[in-house]
C-alpha cells in the first residue's frame, strides 16, 4: 500500500509542525522574559530594580559609591549605639567581694 501525499498536504503538515516549533519557542522565550521581570521586582531580592534605584539616588547624594539606603536608615536610627563595639566605654564591674575592676581588667575575673 502506497501512501502518496500530495503537495497541499505536505505543506500544511510543515506549516502545522513549524506553527508548533514556533509556539515552544515562544513559549519559553515570554517564560525567561517574564522570569526576569519578576525578578526585577522581587522585594527580596538586592537587585531588583527599586533597590538598586535608591542606592543609586542615595550615592549621588552623598558622594559614596557604595550607599545603602537600608544602612542609612539604621545610622539614623540607631545614633546613640556605639559604631565599634571594640571602642564602646567599658563598664566598670564589682566583684564579690565587693571590689571596683575597671573595663579593661575584667579578663581577670574567672
Known sequence: MTNNLSSRELLYTALGLGAV??????TRKLSETVSG??????????Q???YQGANAVGGVFT??????????VYDITHRNEPGDITKATPVPIITRSGT???GADRDLIR
Request: charged letters at 10%.
Open 63 to 72: 558622594g559614596q559609591t557604595d550607599f545603602s539606603l537600608g544602612s542609612w
Open 100 to 102: 571596683l575592676i575597671r
Open 21 to 26: 516549533v514556533l509556539a515552544l519557542y515562544a
Open 37 to 46: 521581570a519578576l525578578h526585577g521586582i522581587n522585594p527580596v531580592s538586592d
Open 48 to 50: 531588583n530594580i527599586f
